[in-house]
């Protein structure tokens, strides 16, 4: 049973527009969601934080939104850059206490 | 600062060998974690550890052993390689539950 859901495997976006990636979450329990950047052969690397008491959380080119109504968030990337191809994988816990449930990921490819 | 240092980077196992995956790290963290990813999937938690001398199964746990005996070393350890556990492993910290620093990763395949 994936309480984490990325329902898109892949995304295409022009260099230049707004990538939007989406996460849905079962666990009305969790709290605190996290954006991880991968690329090939490497680790995954933290990007951005949202906790359930915002719902919404910008750092610079991107922005993540929470609607926990919904039991959705989604990551904005803008503008998208070449560099920022890679797979994003959302992440939640419960009040930071229990470790971190991954979903599968999503493989954005940035078109120059 | 090295951060997670995982070590081998990659590995070919036999059916029924053993091996150790080391991961160190040294930013003075007290939560430690050992993820898996299978392809087109995510990271499936394996064990994870609060402090020293504590371990905690997590979502895939059988076939696999950990243990923690100081805060910077938590090594994960199979006994058995089956080809169910080709994989990539993920060593990762963090100060509390909160946002987890990742090593680069084991590539394992077990023939």
């Known amino acids: 049973d994936q309480q984490v859901k990325q329902n898109s495997p892949s995304l295409s976006v022009q260099e230049g527009r707004i990538s939007i990636l989406n996460c849905d979450y079962t666990n009305s329990m969790f709290d605190y969601f996290l954006w991880y950047k991968k690329y090939p052969a490497e680790g995954p690397t933290f990007l951005i934080s949202?906790?359930?008491?915002?719902d919404k959380n910008e750092d610079g080119r991107f922005t993540v939104f929470l609607n926990k109504s919904a039991k959705h968030l989604s990551l904005h990337i803008v503008p998208s850059q070449p560099g920022d191809s890679a797979v994003y994988f959302c992440a939640a816990s419960i009040s930071g206490n229990t470790p971190l449930v991954f979903g599968k990921g999503t493989r954005l490819s940035v078109i120059a | 600062n090295a951060g997670v240092t995982q070590t081998p980077k990659f590995r070919i196992l036999k059916i029924g060998q053993s091996m150790t995956l080391q991961c160190a790290q040294d930013?003075?963290?007290?939560?430690m974690y050992w993820y898996r990813q299978d392809p087109g999937m995510g990271l499936k938690l394996i064990y994870y550890s609060v402090g020293a001398g504590i371990t905690d199964k997590g979502e895939v746990p059988n076939g696999y052993n950990v243990s923690r005996s100081t805060t910077e070393d938590f090594p994960l350890r199979l006994e058995l390689a089956a080809p169910s556990q080709t994989s990539v492993y993920f060593c990762?910290?963090?100060?509390?539950?909160?946002?987890?620093?990742f090593g680069q990763g084991t590539r394992l395949t077990v023939v």
């Open positions: 990762a910290t963090s100060y509390l539950n909160t946002e987890a620093f």
């Open positions: 949202i906790s359930s008491i915002k």
């Open positions: 930013m003075n963290h007290n939560y």
